[in-house]
C-alpha cells in the first residue's frame, strides 16, 4: 500500500459543528475537537486543499467550531441545502472536483452519517479515502464499530489522526520537524510535551557541565 503523498491529498473536515458535537458519546469531545484541529494545523503545514461544510448551522446542529477555518484559513467552505450525505450536493462535489486530488482524508461528525456517507460515495466515485475515526465522533461506540465494518467493506480506510499526521510527515529530517513534533504536543498527543522538555532539559543540564 502506498504512503499518503500530500500533493496528491485533499481533507475533507465535514459537520465538526458544536450542536452535534454534544451528541458525542464515543470519544471525549475534548479530544476529538484537539485531533480535528490538528488535521486542519498539519493541512495548512503541508499545504493541502481543505473544504469544510456545515449541516443546517442555522439549527440545532449548531456552527462549525471556529478552530478548524483559524487553524487552515485556506480552507474552503461550500454550504448545501439540507443534504445529509454532503457527496449529494453537487456544489460539494464540484468543489472536491476542482482541486484535482484523488486521495481523500476524511473525518465528520457523526461518524455513523456524516463521516460514513460521504466516504461510501466517494469510493464509488473512484477516489481513494482514508477515514479519520478518531477526528469524526458518534452517538455510541457500537455506531462507530459497526461503521468501521460497513466503510471497510465498501473499501474506505479507517486510520486515526496520528497516523495521519506521521505518513504525511514521512521524516524527521526536514525543515518542518519542529513544526510537526508541536503539533503532536498540542494536540494529538498532549504528553508528548513532556517528552520534549524533559529532553530540553537534560540537554541544558549536558550543556551547562561543559
Same mark, same amino acid.
Given at each position: +500500500?502506498?504512503?499518503?503523498?500530500?500533493?496528491?491529498?485533499?481533507?475533507?473536515?465535514?459537520?465538526?459543528?458544536?450542536?452535534?458535537?454534544?451528541?458525542?458519546?464515543?470519544? #471525549?469531545? #475534548?479530544?476529538?475537537?484537539?485531533?480535528?484541529?490538528?488535521?486542519?494545523?498539519?493541512?495548512?503545514?503541508?499545504?493541502?486543499?481543505?473544504?469544510?461544510?456545515?449541516?443546517?448551522?442555522?439549527?440545532?446542529?449548531?456552527?462549525?467550531?471556529?478552530?478548524?477555518?483559524?487553524?487552515?484559513?485556506?480552507?474552503?467552505?461550500?454550504?448545501?441545502?439540507?443534504?445529509?450525505?454532503?457527496?449529494? %450536493?453537487?456544489?460539494?462535489?464540484?468543489?472536491?472536483?476542482?482541486?484535482?486530488?484523488?486521495?481523500?482524508?476524511?473525518?465528520?461528525?457523526?461518524?455513523?452519517?456524516?463521516?460514513?456517507?460521504? %466516504?461510501? %460515495?466517494?469510493?464509488?466515485?473512484?477516489?481513494?479515502?482514508?477515514?479519520?475515526?478518531?477526528?469524526?465522533?458518534?452517538?455510541?461506540?457500537?455506531?462507530?464499530?459497526?461503521?468501521?465494518?460497513?466503510?471497510?467493506? =465498501?473499501?474506505?480506510?479507517?486510520?486515526?489522526?496520528?497516523?495521519?499526521? %506521521?505518513?504525511?510527515?514521512?521524516?524527521?529530517?526536514?525543515?518542518?520537524? +519542529?513544526?510537526?513534533?508541536?503539533?503532536?504536543?498540542?494536540?494529538? +498527543?498532549?504528553?508528548?510535551?513532556?517528552?520534549?522538555?524533559?529532553?530540553?532539559?537534560?540537554? =541544558?543540564?549536558?550543556?551547562?557541565?561543559?
Amino acid at each position: +500500500m502506498s504512503h499518503i503523498k500530500p500533493e496528491e491529498t485533499l481533507m475533507l473536515l465535514i459537520d465538526h459543528q458544536s450542536g452535534l458535537f454534544q451528541l458525542v458519546k464515543d470519544i #471525549p469531545v #475534548p479530544d476529538l475537537r484537539r485531533n480535528a484541529i490538528a488535521l486542519a494545523k498539519v493541512a495548512t503545514l503541508l499545504k493541502i486543499p481543505v473544504i469544510t461544510s456545515a449541516s443546517v448551522p442555522d439549527g440545532p446542529n449548531g456552527p462549525l467550531i471556529p478552530e478548524i477555518h483559524q487553524a487552515a484559513p485556506h480552507a474552503q467552505y461550500v454550504g448545501r441545502r439540507g443534504e445529509i450525505n454532503v457527496w449529494d %450536493s453537487a456544489d460539494f462535489v464540484k468543489a472536491v472536483e476542482a482541486t484535482g486530488r484523488k486521495t481523500l482524508i476524511l473525518a465528520g461528525t457523526l461518524t455513523s452519517v456524516c463521516m460514513a456517507f460521504p %466516504s461510501i %460515495s466517494a469510493v464509488a466515485a473512484g477516489y481513494k479515502v482514508y477515514a479519520v475515526v478518531d477526528a469524526s465522533g458518534n452517538s455510541s461506540v457500537m455506531g462507530t464499530d459497526l461503521t468501521i465494518a460497513r466503510i471497510v467493506q =465498501a473499501g474506505v480506510i479507517p486510520i486515526d489522526t496520528l497516523a495521519v499526521i %506521521s505518513e504525511l510527515q514521512q521524516t524527521w529530517n526536514r525543515p518542518e520537524a +519542529m513544526a510537526f513534533a508541536d503539533i503532536y504536543a498540542d494536540f494529538n +498527543m498532549p504528553h508528548y510535551r513532556l517528552l520534549i522538555e524533559s529532553y530540553d532539559k537534560a540537554q =541544558a543540564v549536558q550543556k551547562a557541565k561543559t
